[in-house]
Structures are given as structure tokens and as C-alpha cells.
T-cell receptor, first 114, second 109 residues
Framework: SAVISQKPSRDICQRGTSLTIQCQVD?????MFWYRQQPGQSLTLIAT?????????ESGFVIDKFPISRPNLTFSTLTVSNMSPEDSSIYLC???????????FGQGTRLTVV | GQNIDQPTEMTATEGAIVQINCTYQ??????LFWYQQHAGEAPTFLSY??LDGLEEKGRFSSFLSRSKGYSYLLLKELQMKDSASYLC??????????WGAGTKLIIKP
């Protein structure tokens, strides 16, 4: 299993500003995943963060808007840049437990952009 | 494309039984997962199926038929705290998780 500490748990931000979300895992993992969950919707994968290389972004998400850092095997950050009210969502980081095991999630960051 | 379908919302009575269905079409299959998510919280793992059949875990059971691309989550002896969204997710051939939209379960006294 893996325990993920994610912060902040929530924030209210002004439009045009940026917010950086941090995730710390209690063990070394190859890949970390960043999701967005808009109100009433399911999880949408933003990108996969690999240590030592650039993140891999899903269709509809770009590095300029969601820059990701992965400085080591236990830590990653996601920045939501130049925010607009449409960015109001829950953001979740996740790691995969491996074949035959479940994914583990951070506590989530509830972002409101005003 | 890849797709997972589950009902948007279901209502059940405290103490009763409810079955939440999930059908999937994915490129490959490496397991199906059910998660529970209370409003404003992260998903929590409930069950995992990779072979056909029923997996039982206390009040919760999950069934899988790979030939039909079908799973269900069965919740028995419903409690008010079971009111939550239930997410079905499948690992595809690349071991990437594909998520359903979730089923909001409302429990009434």
C-alpha cells in the first residue's frame, strides 16, 4: 500500500493567479498521476508524472496550463496556472499499487476560483 | 474508443440490497475496480476483479463477466453512511485506469 499526503486540502483563489499542489508519497513510485474531478463528474486524467523526464499529458491538457514537477520518486507538484472559474475542481494525485492492486489517492485539493 | 457505463443515480432504502451495474468497452483488460467516494473526498478502494465470478467482502460483493464486459457491485444491509458515489474503473492493456462517471447512491430511511 501507499500513503499519499496532498496539500493544500482546499483553496479559494483569484482568477489569473496560480496554485501549486503538492503530493508526498511514503514510498518510492515510478509514476504518479494527476486527476481533475469537476463537480458531479468522474475523474479525468490530466497527466502522468515520471521521475527524470517530462510529464505525459492527456488530450486537452497542456504543460503551460498545468506544469508538473517530479524531482524524485516520492514527490510531485501540479501547478494550475492563470486560473479561471472553469478551473474550479477537485484535483487528485494518485499512485498505482502495481499489477493486481488498486490505485491510491491523496486526500484531494478542492479549488475554487473566483 | 474506450467507454465505461454506469447509472447516474440510484435510490435505495436503509437495510435493503442494491446492485450497481457497470459495462465496459476497453482496449484490453487488466482488472476492474470499484471505489466509493463521499462528496468532497478522495475515492477509497472497495473491490478488485480480474477473473470471472464473485468476490465477497463483508457487506459488499463484486461480480465480473469478462465475456460480457460487465460487472456489478452489490451492497447488502444498506446503511445511511453508504450514501456516496460508486466509481467503476478498468485497467486497459497499457495498465491505465479508465474511469466511469460514477453512480450516486442515495439511501433513504
Amino acid at each position: 500500500s501507499a500513503v499519499i499526503s496532498q496539500k493544500p486540502s482546499r483553496d479559494i483563489c483569484q482568477r489569473g493567479t496560480s496554485l501549486t499542489i503538492q503530493c508526498q508519497v511514503d514510498s518510492q513510485v515510478t509514476m504518479m498521476f494527476w486527476y481533475r474531478q469537476q463537480p458531479g463528474q468522474s475523474l479525468t486524467l490530466i497527466a502522468t508524472a515520471n521521475q527524470g523526464s517530462e510529464a505525459t499529458y492527456e488530450s486537452g491538457f497542456v504543460i503551460d496550463k498545468f506544469p508538473i514537477s517530479r524531482p524524485n520518486l516520492t514527490f510531485s507538484t501540479l501547478t494550475v496556472s492563470n486560473m479561471s472559474p472553469e478551473d474550479s475542481s477537485i484535483y487528485l494525485c494518485s499512485v498505482d499499487g502495481g499489477e493486481g492492486t488498486e490505485a491510491f489517492f491523496g486526500q484531494g485539493t478542492r479549488l475554487t476560483v473566483v | 474508443g474506450q467507454n465505461i457505463d454506469q447509472p447516474t443515480e440510484m435510490t435505495a432504502t436503509e437495510g435493503a440490497i442494491v446492485q450497481i451495474n457497470c459495462t465496459y468497452q476497453t482496449s484490453g483488460f487488466n482488472g476492474l475496480f470499484w471505489y466509493q467516494q463521499h462528496a468532497g473526498e478522495a475515492p477509497t478502494f472497495l473491490s478488485y476483479n480480474v477473473l470471472d465470478g464473485l468476490e465477497e467482502k463483508g457487506r459488499f460483493s463484486s461480480f465480473l463477466s469478462r465475456s460480457k464486459g460487465y460487472s456489478y457491485l452489490l451492497l447488502k444491509e444498506l446503511q445511511m453512511k453508504d450514501s456516496a458515489s460508486y466509481l467503476c474503473a478498468v485497467k486497459d492493456s497499457n495498465y491505465q485506469l479508465i474511469w466511469g462517471a460514477g453512480t450516486k447512491l442515495i439511501i433513504k430511511p
